[in-house]
């Protein structure tokens, strides 16, 4: 049975599996799972909070940009606040009233701009032990030459990277450089010993979103 936890302007829509050693975050810009997460809580044998009401291009934004497309919002380079007060707000808010073990492992699960942040705050701490980014947004300006400046840290979890075979084709200049900062950015965590795995999937940005978290939740809970 899922319910519904609100901090501030957040809404986590959760559902505890039996097992309380582990729980997967979903940062999502959709209130759509509801019908998906009890069936899925059952398939993986995890518990799963599924977090909407973020203002994407404020936190999901590592450091401040230009919108892309021309005329879209500024990027507000708000994501050190937001992991600070998943940290230190959000993840013991809900941990505590699911009643999850203090260790439990966790993974956060991200789409788009959430997909991006997944992999980034994977750079810097080790909050989730595993991630999946799904058509995560590294044609971000500056993000690939970070990434390649980083030392990268050594991960025990598993990373899961999913991309749409048309996003590439975008009519956004800035979006065609998906496919290959992507497989850059897989190459230097490859090389750095980090389990991947990447799948090429048809269809474009949003597309299948239900068929695509089962892709990055089989991988992740095997």
């Known amino acids: 049975m899922t319910k519904t936890i609100e901090i501030g302007n957040l809404k986590c829509l959760c559902c505890a599996g039996a097992r309380k050693d582990r729980i997967a975050y979903i940062l999502y810009p959709m209130d ?3 019908d998906w997460i009890e069936n899925a809580v059952e398939t993986y044998g995890t518990t799963i909070v599924v977090i909407t009401g973020m203002d994407w291009e404020a936190v999901f934004s590592p450091w401040a940009a230009k919108g892309v497309p021309k005329g879209s919002p500024d990027f507000k380079g708000e994501s050190p606040e ?5 940290q230190t707000k ?22 788009s701009m959430s997909g991006l942040f997944a992999l980034w705050q994977w750079m810097i701490c080790d ?7 799904l058509s995560g947004s590294f044609w971000y300006e500056g993000f690939l030459n970070w990434m390649k ?3 990268i840290p050594h991960k025990t979890g598993k990373g899961f990277f999913l991309l749409g075979n ?7 200049k800035a979006f065609e450089s998906v496919a290959t900062n992507t ?22 940005h949003y ?16």
């Open 207 to 222: 597309s299948d979103p239900i068929p695509r978290l089962d892709k990055a939740f089989t991988t992740l809970y095997p």
């Open 32 to 34: 759509v799972l509801g």
């Open 127 to 133: 909050t989730f032990h595993n991630i999946a980014s």
């Open 183 to 204: 497989q850059e950015i897989i190459s230097l965590l490859k090389t750095a010993g980090i389990d991947v795995e990447f799948q090429s999937v048809p269809g474009n």
């Open 90 to 111: 959000v993840l013991p808010t809900i941990e505590i009233s699911l009643g999850i073990d203090k260790d439990a492992e966790r993974s956060l699960i991200g789409v």
């Open 149 to 151: 400046s980083l030392e």
């Open 166 to 172: 048309q996003e590439a084709k975008s009519k956004v």
């Open 82 to 86: 937001f992991l600070k007060r998943l």
